[in-house]
């Protein structure tokens, strides 16, 4: 059974970068769309970002764009999350999930521990 953990998440201050992994165990990422969410306290989920099963597609919520890359190494089972020139509206807890296809529709019921990021001054 495929099993997903993440992990990179930290303190920063505003401005400064994270690199978040989503790293599979059980089963292999191949063909598998997976899409990092993130949750914020007293705010709805949101995805951030999405890659598809080949790699050849990505997507961002606007709020990200031209700040995170998604990317995939296969070889590794793992997906990650570059993040530079954080916000404080970036803190959260991030999620990475599967999907059939590249979405930014949150999938709750595929998250395990996430991992915190707090964007502090």
């Known amino acids: 059974q495929l099993q997903l953990v993440e992990s990179g998440g930290g303190v920063v201050q505003p401005g400064g970068s994270l690199r978040l992994s989503c790293a599979a165990s059980g089963s292999s990422l191949w063909y598998k769309a997976v899409t990092w969410s993130r949750q914020a306290p007293g705010k709805d989920s949101e995805g951030v970002a999405c890659i598809s099963g080949s790699g050849e597609t990505t997507d961002y919520g606007d709020s990200v764009k031209g700040r995170f890359t998604i990317a995939r190494d296969d070889a590794k089972n793992t997906v990650y999350l570059q993040m530079n020139n954080l916000k404080p509206d970036d803190t959260a807890v991030y999620y990475c999930?599967?999907?059939?296809?590249?979405?930014?529709?949150?999938?709750?019921?595929?998250w395990g521990q996430g991992t915190q990021v707090t964007v502090s001054s």
């Open positions: 999930e599967t999907h059939v296809a590249c979405s930014l529709i949150p999938r709750e019921d595929n």
